[in-house]
């Protein structure tokens, strides 16, 4: 295998819909010339081609992997790294420089949008941290047993619906208040899921407007949850009153969701949802074909090299 082990491997993905999205990688190559960084890039065709470019950077001997991306794009490259035995794994290095329609796994770590020169800067410093990554176990319509692993969240129900317009929105949209527009829209239609969802000894068998759960901060419905405990994060939400949607919204945007009489939070190592009757499910921002049957959802502890500011 070539070694390129002080040679960063960068997978840039164009960020869906901009205007110039050229004009993004322009910045990020100056900054890396200013900076005298080594590297070698590869640009992300489609939204599914990173996985396939990641892998070729690994078997490439990259040790420093980048992904010039958002949190779609992170969660492939985190698919493929777990495709990679773990002595090879433990080797490599992910890092991110955000650039995509939502960006909340790098928020986590306080990396702006924008501030390219930060992430180069985090990159090169390259102070690595161990952490965890959620997995979703389930089996397809062909009766294929499968998995999905996850950085930031999975969300069953309104909220993976809402995810979902939030990727397709334009504009000012873009912003954590493109949530706004189209939860008012479902949320008035009053949505709720039939479910049966057991969480270590507490068993939910009810109608669900959403569940949330976090190995970081879930799009705001999981605010405490951190990608290094060893535990996810869970938040059960019944449909609230009409009278509660904006101290809802309010609390939501300022962080204190759990605070709401509708949110349920919990914390676990495994939760199973034996039942979710037609509801969407989102894996990091990015709606998958819903499981046929029961599904588990579990953590898996210090699995990824993840580089942190």
Same mark, same amino acid.
């Given at each position: 295998?070539?070694?390129?082990? !002080?040679?960063?491997?960068?997978?840039? =993905?164009?960020?869906?819909?901009a205007? @110039?999205?050229?004009?993004?990688?322009?910045? *990020?190559?100056? =900054?890396?010339k200013?900076?005298n960084?080594?590297?070698d890039?590869?640009?992300?065709?489609?939204s599914?081609?990173?996985? +396939?470019?990641?892998?070729?950077?690994?078997?490439?001997?990259y040790?420093?992997?980048?992904?010039?991306?958002?949190?779609?794009?992170?969660?492939?490259?985190? /698919?493929?790294?777990?495709?990679?035995?773990?002595e090879?794994?433990?080797?490599?290095?992910?890092? *991110?420089?955000?650039? %995509?329609?939502?960006?909340?796994?790098?928020?986590?770590? &306080?990396?702006? &949008? /924008?501030?390219?020169?930060? #992430?180069?800067?985090?990159?090169?410093?390259?102070?690595? @941290?161990?952490?965890?990554?959620?997995?979703?176990? $389930?089996?397809?319509?062909?009766?294929?047993?499968?998995?999905?692993?996850?950085?930031? =969240?999975?969300?069953i129900?309104?909220?993976?619906?809402?995810?979902?317009? @939030?990727?397709?929105?334009?504009?000012?949209?873009?912003?954590?208040?493109?949530?706004?527009?189209?939860?008012?829209?479902?949320?008035?239609? @009053?949505?709720?899921?039939?479910? +049966?969802?057991?969480?270590?000894?507490?068993?939910?068998?009810?109608?669900v407007?959403?569940?949330c759960?976090?190995? #970081?901060?879930?799009?705001?419905?999981?605010?405490?949850?951190?990608? $290094? /405990?060893?535990l996810?994060?869970?938040?059960?939400?019944?449909?609230?009153?009409v009278?509660?949607?904006?101290? %809802?919204?309010?609390?939501?945007?300022?962080?204190?969701?759990?605070?709401?009489?509708?949110v349920?939070? $919990?914390?676990?190592?495994?939760?199973?949802?034996?039942?979710?009757?037609?509801?969407?499910i989102?894996?990091? %921002?990015?709606?998958?074909?819903?499981?046929?049957?029961?599904?588990?959802?579990?953590?898996?502890?210090? *699995?990824? !090299?993840?580089i942190?500011?």
């Amino acid at each position: 295998m070539p070694s390129n082990d !002080n040679k960063w491997g960068i997978v840039y =993905c164009p960020k869906s819909g901009a205007f @110039r999205p050229q004009r993004k990688w322009e910045k *990020v190559e100056k =900054c890396l010339k200013d900076k005298n960084i080594d590297y070698d890039f590869v640009q992300s065709e489609t939204s599914g081609s990173v996985e +396939r470019l990641v892998k070729m950077m690994i078997n490439n001997g990259y040790k420093t992997i980048v992904v010039v991306g958002g949190d779609s794009a992170l969660n492939e490259a985190v /698919n493929c790294f777990m495709q990679t035995p773990k002595e090879m794994r433990d080797d490599i290095s992910l890092g *991110v420089i955000p650039n %995509g329609l939502m960006n909340d796994f790098a928020h986590f770590w &306080d990396m702006e &949008d /924008n501030d390219i020169e930060q #992430a180069v800067e985090t990159i090169a410093k390259h102070r690595v @941290r161990k952490i965890d990554l959620g997995c979703i176990k $389930y089996t397809n319509e062909k009766g294929e047993k499968c998995h999905r692993h996850f950085l930031n =969240c999975i969300s069953i129900g309104l909220v993976a619906s809402v995810i979902q317009k @939030r990727r397709k929105a334009q504009g000012a949209f873009l912003s954590k208040l493109s949530f706004i527009p189209s939860s008012l829209l479902m949320i008035f239609q @009053r949505l709720e899921y039939k479910m +049966r969802i057991k969480i270590d000894t507490d068993v939910i068998d009810r109608k669900v407007m959403t569940v949330c759960v976090g190995n #970081a901060q879930g799009y705001g419905f999981t605010p405490s949850a951190v990608p $290094y /405990n060893g535990l996810l994060d869970v938040s059960v939400v019944y449909h609230p009153e009409v009278v509660q949607l904006v101290e %809802g919204f309010y609390l939501l945007f300022s962080g204190k969701i759990l605070n709401h009489r509708s949110v349920h939070p $919990y914390r676990t190592q495994e939760i199973i949802v034996e039942k979710a009757e037609r509801a969407q499910i989102s894996v990091d %921002g990015r709606l998958m074909n819903t499981p046929t049957g029961p599904f588990k959802i579990i953590v898996q502890q210090e *699995v990824i !090299n993840f580089i942190i500011p």
